[in-house]
């Protein structure tokens, strides 16, 4: 392969990713949920993200992927 090449291949795969990256980005913001509750229980959930260093998003998905599986 010449530069040439190599330079079009490159482009294209870096075209494939980032279009990738566009889609799965899509299928996650699609679905927005709320949540309220009270001092008490938001203040353990804060405590149990902070603890093991994990954000709100994945204690939630994690809590509803365990509860409806």
Known sequence: MNADEV???RE???KELLLRKQQSKKDW????FSVRTNDEIAA???D???QNKISFNSFFNTLFTNFFN
């Open 7 to 9: 330079n079009n291949a």
């Open 12 to 14: 294209e795969v870096l």
């Open 29 to 32: 913001n699609k679905n927005i």
């Open 44 to 46: 353990k959930i804060k």
């Open 48 to 50: 149990h993200c902070k």
